[in-house]
Structures are given as C-alpha cells and as structure tokens.
C-alpha cells in the first residue's frame, strides 16, 4: 500500500507529466494534490499530444482511477471542458475513473478578474501568474471565504453562493478602479458544470485510505515545482500552494506513513517562466538555443500560456536545496536530447555571495538575485540521444553528467529521458 511521490524539483515543466504517465502503469490510482489548471502536463504517445491541466496524467491508462485532491482549486468549467477534449481524443473519462474532492476549492470569475487585477496593480513588479485565478482561489480558501467542490451537489444553493461571491468581488474591483463583473453571465455555465460533475464528487481522503489499505498502489502527482513553493520558493515570485511532499500529506489527506518513495523531477538544464530570480539564466544565444524555435511541441514555450520560458543551465544548488525540502529518494531527469551538441556544459555548483560561497541558495529574493553561480564545466556530447534506450548506449560524456548531478545532489538519479514521447526514458 505505497505512495511514490513525483515532485517538480525546479520552477515547473519538468516533465513531471511524461513521468507520471510512465509510472502509472503500475499503478492503480494516479492522484493529484496540488494546483488548478495553472498546470500543464504534457504526455505524448506517438505523434498524440496530451495535455493535460487538471485531470491526472495517469488517464491514459485504462485501470487507473485519478484523483483529484483536496489541495486543488478547480475551475470546473475548464475541467469539464477538459474532459470533453480528452474523451474526443479517444480517452475514456467516468466516475468509475476520475474522483473529484468535495473538498477542494472552486475558482470562479472572480478569481480570474482578481488575479488579473493584481498583477495589473503590481505593474513592474508583477509575478507573472498564469491569470487562471489560483491566487485569490487559495486566498479566499484561508480566509475562510472559498466555495468548495461539495457545494455543487446542492445546485440552487450553490448559484446562489457563486452569484454572491461575484457580486463583492465585482463591487472590491470597481472600488478599486477595475471594470466591475457580470454575476449573471457566468452563473449558467457553472450550474451546467457543476450538474456535468456532480457524478464525479466524492470524500477523496476516505477513498484513498480504503484504497490504500486493501493495497492499492498510489501516485502522488505534484503541480508546480518546488520552487514555486509558496514557502520554501523565491517568494513572493511564487504560486499560492505548496507543490512540496509535505503539499502531497495535506493535498490528499494521507498519513506520511505510506510514502516510501520521493521522486524529484528535473530537466537537464534549467527553465523558469513568470518572474523572479534565476541564477543560471542565459538570456542569450545559448538561452534561445535551449529553449528552440516553437517549431516543436516540447520546445520552451508554457503549456498553458504560451510564453516563452527562461532558459539557462542546470543549478544543481538549487536541486541540492530542493533534495532537502522534498527528501528525494531518486531523482528523474529530462530533456537530456536537448544538451546534444554543446561543446561543453557548465553546471552551477555553488553560488558566491559577498565573498562567500553557498552551498544552498538565501532564503531572501534580493539575496538570491544577486548571488553568482560558480560553475564546473563538463564536456558535451554531439551524438543524438533521442533513439537511445539502454543506459550503456548513452555516449561517456552524458553519462558522466548523469552522475556528477548525482553526486552534487546527493540523490542518486534513476531515469532519464531523451525525447518527449512515451518510450523515450532509460531507466538506469
Ligand atoms: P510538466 O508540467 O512538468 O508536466 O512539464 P510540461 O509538459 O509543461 O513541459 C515539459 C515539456 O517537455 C513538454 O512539452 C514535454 O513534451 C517535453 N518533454 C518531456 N520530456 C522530454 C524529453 O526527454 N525530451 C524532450 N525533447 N522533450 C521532453
Ligand atoms: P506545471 O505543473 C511552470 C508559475 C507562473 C508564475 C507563478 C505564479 O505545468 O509545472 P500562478 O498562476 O500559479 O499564480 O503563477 O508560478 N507557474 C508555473 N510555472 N509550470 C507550472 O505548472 C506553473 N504553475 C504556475 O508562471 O511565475
Ligand atoms: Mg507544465
């Protein structure tokens, strides 16, 4: 009755996706417990392109149930519209595989217009969210103010309370200057939601520990990454949950008891979309170079929003950091196709700060933004990866850059992937 636990190591878009939907075929139930539809995770089987925002990315397995935690925020228009799109692509969504939390939280319109007021208060400052609403949803959760996912299985209340909720965001956003919203135009498409989810509504703790207990084997599917944590990221260029392993405990409501392996996700170099600091950015010929051209579907460009991601080289201060929140027992790396071809690659090993150097990134933003990255060069390889499958076949220079992450991180490194479809992973 194991948990494994996969966790972004970095600012998201690891690929946590791709190693979910690896994993769960030998799974039974593939849960996630962070996040909304901020998320975007990407599984490719063959020349089929999935993505997904709020479903699991085990659904693609016919046997596993996904579940949605109670640490989500769930726009369900969007989640309904998900499901429509998964099942025209041929993906069999019921309430015999898709469990849906009574207990997590609704984003509703005006989170979005919250969201979008922010950042447009914060100007130069701003966070750069993905506008989906996740802030004020996790805002009006600890203030006691949120709508649950429960309180769609009572529809007219449930109007009632959403058109409320509009109404005094509506009269907080024109009071400060921002265009007021319409109750009445987006209550009917969130009653149609709400009755399309009703079947799907359940207790999801009471259901995992059942499962658990006649020896069910879970996946714990982290959003985000971790430092994006809303603790333990760069604050406050952080998202508004906690995509950590302690986020997986509270987020499904299961005892720390039944995880006995941390999976760490991280790409063989770094990327970063929205705002905040990055130590090891290129944002140069060798930054465009990592992130391609978007002629690509895995090129550096969101999942969700499109934008262009940051891009720079592996930091391996920051993964160390992010072994010690998360406790990795193995770490999953990415996109190793995508280093092909340099002559040499420099790693950050440590940062130097007022004449010291750190092994572990400060705990402030403006700290962090002025550390300098100490790097260790390591040779390239030029050979391409994207066919290899066996760990003997990948060139001496990747594979001495497979371990020396290893051994900066102090977590041994268990699979690799080198193109973003299904069977393009070595396990090592
Ligand atoms: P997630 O949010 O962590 O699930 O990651 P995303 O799906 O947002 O971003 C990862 C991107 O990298 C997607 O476009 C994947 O298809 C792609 N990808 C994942 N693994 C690999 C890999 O090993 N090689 C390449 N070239 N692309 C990959
Ligand atoms: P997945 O699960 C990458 C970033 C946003 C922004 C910050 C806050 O696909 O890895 P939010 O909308 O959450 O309030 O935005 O967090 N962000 C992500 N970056 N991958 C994600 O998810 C992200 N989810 C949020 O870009 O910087
Ligand atoms: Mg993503």
């Given at each position: 009755?194991?948990?494994?636990?996969l966790?972004?190591?970095?600012?998201?878009?690891?690929?946590?996706?791709?190693?979910v939907?690896?994993?769960?075929?030998?799974?039974?139930?593939?849960?996630?417990?962070?996040?909304?539809?901020n998320?975007?995770?990407?599984?490719?089987?063959?020349?089929?392109?999935?993505?997904?925002?709020?479903?699991?990315?085990?659904?693609l397995?016919?046997?596993?149930?996904?579940?949605?935690?109670?640490?989500?925020?769930?726009?369900?228009?969007?989640?309904?519209?998900?499901?429509?799109?998964?099942?025209?692509?041929?993906?069999?969504?019921t309430?015999?595989?898709?469990?849906?939390?009574s207990?997590?939280?609704?984003?509703t319109?005006?989170?979005i217009?919250?969201?979008?007021a922010?950042?447009?208060?914060?100007?130069?400052?701003?966070?750069?969210?993905?506008?989906?609403?996740?802030?004020?949803?996790?805002?009006?959760k600890?203030?006691?103010?949120?709508?649950?996912?429960?309180?769609?299985?009572?529809?007219?209340a449930?109007?009632?309370?959403?058109?409320?909720?509009?109404?005094?965001?509506?009269?907080?956003?024109?009071?400060?200057?921002?265009?007021?919203?319409?109750?009445?135009?987006?209550?009917?498409?969130?009653?149609?939601?709400?009755?399309?989810?009703?079947?799907?509504?359940?207790?999801?703790?009471?259901?995992?520990?059942?499962?658990?207990?006649?020896?069910?084997?879970?996946?714990?599917?982290?959003?985000q990454?971790?430092?994006?944590?809303?603790?333990?990221?760069?604050?406050?260029?952080?998202?508004?949950?906690?995509?950590?392993?302690?986020?997986?405990?509270?987020?499904l409501?299961?005892?720390?008891?039944?995880i006995?392996?941390?999976?760490?996700?991280?790409?063989?170099?770094?990327?970063?979309?929205?705002?905040?600091?990055?130590?090891?950015?290129?944002?140069?010929?060798?930054?465009?170079?990592?992130?391609?051209?978007?002629?690509?579907?895995?090129?550096?460009?969101?999942?969700?929003?499109?934008?262009?991601?940051?891009?720079?080289?592996?930091?391996?201060?920051?993964?160390?950091?992010?072994?010690?929140?998360?406790?990795?027992?193995?770490?999953?790396?990415?996109?190793?196709?995508?280093?092909?071809?340099?002559?040499?690659?420099?790693?950050?090993?440590?940062?130097?700060?007022q004449?010291?150097?750190?092994?572990?990134?400060?705990?402030?933003?403006?700290?962090?933004?002025?550390?300098?990255?100490?790097?260790?060069?390591?040779?390239?390889?030029?050979?391409?990866?994207?066919?290899?499958?066996?760990?003997?076949?990948?060139?001496?220079?990747?594979?001495?850059?497979?371990?020396?992450?290893?051994?900066?991180?102090?977590?041994?490194?268990?699979?690799?992937?080198?193109?973003?479809?299904?069977?393009?992973?070595?396990?090592?």
């Amino acid at each position: 009755m194991p948990i494994t636990v996969l966790i972004g190591a970095q600012w998201g878009d690891e690929g946590k996706g791709r190693f979910v939907d690896a994993l769960a075929a030998d799974a039974n139930i593939v849960a996630r417990y962070a996040g909304g539809d901020n998320a975007g995770h990407t599984v490719a089987v063959g020349s089929t392109v999935y993505k997904m925002h709020l479903i699991p990315s085990g659904v693609l397995h016919p046997g596993v149930v996904s579940v949605m935690g109670n640490g989500m925020v769930v726009n369900p228009v969007n989640l309904v519209k998900e499901i429509n799109q998964l099942r025209d692509m041929g993906v069999s969504i019921t309430p015999e595989n898709l469990v849906l939390s009574s207990r997590a939280h609704l984003i509703t319109p005006a989170h979005i217009a919250r969201d979008r007021a922010s950042e447009q208060a914060r100007g130069a400052e701003a966070i750069g969210t993905t506008l989906r609403g996740i802030g004020p949803a996790y805002m009006d959760k600890t203030s006691r103010d949120g709508l649950r996912v429960g309180q769609m299985l009572d529809l007219e209340a449930f109007g009632d309370a959403l058109h409320s909720a509009i109404e005094r965001a509506s009269a907080d956003l024109v009071r400060g200057g921002f265009a007021p919203l319409d109750a009445r135009a987006s209550v009917p498409d969130y009653l149609a939601a709400a009755q399309t989810l009703q079947p799907f509504i359940q207790e999801t703790a009471i259901y995992l520990h059942h499962r658990l207990k006649a020896g069910a084997t879970v996946i714990g599917e982290g959003a985000q990454g971790t430092l994006l944590d809303i603790d333990h990221g760069s604050y406050p260029f952080v998202t508004s949950s906690s995509p950590t392993v302690g986020g997986a405990l509270t987020g499904l409501g299961v005892s720390p008891l039944h995880i006995n392996r941390i999976v760490g996700i991280a790409k063989a170099f770094s990327t970063r979309v929205g705002s905040g600091p990055m130590p090891t950015e290129q944002a140069n010929a060798i930054g465009d170079r990592l992130r391609g051209t978007g002629a690509n579907y895995w090129d550096e460009f969101g999942t969700t929003t499109g934008r262009p991601r940051r891009c720079g080289w592996l930091d391996t201060v920051m993964l160390r950091y992010s072994a010690a929140v998360n406790g990795y027992t193995e770490l999953a790396l990415t996109k190793l196709d995508v280093l092909s071809g340099f002559e040499e690659l420099p790693v950050a090993v440590a940062y130097e700060y007022q004449g010291q150097r750190l092994d572990y990134p400060p705990p402030t933003t403006d700290d962090l933004d002025r550390v300098i990255p100490i790097y260790e060069t390591l040779p390239g390889w030029h050979t391409d990866l994207s066919g290899v499958r066996h760990a003997a076949d990948l060139p001496p220079a990747a594979r001495r850059y497979l371990e020396r992450i290893a051994e900066l991180v102090e977590v041994p490194v268990t699979m690799v992937s080198v193109g973003p479809e299904r069977r393009q992973m070595i396990t090592l």
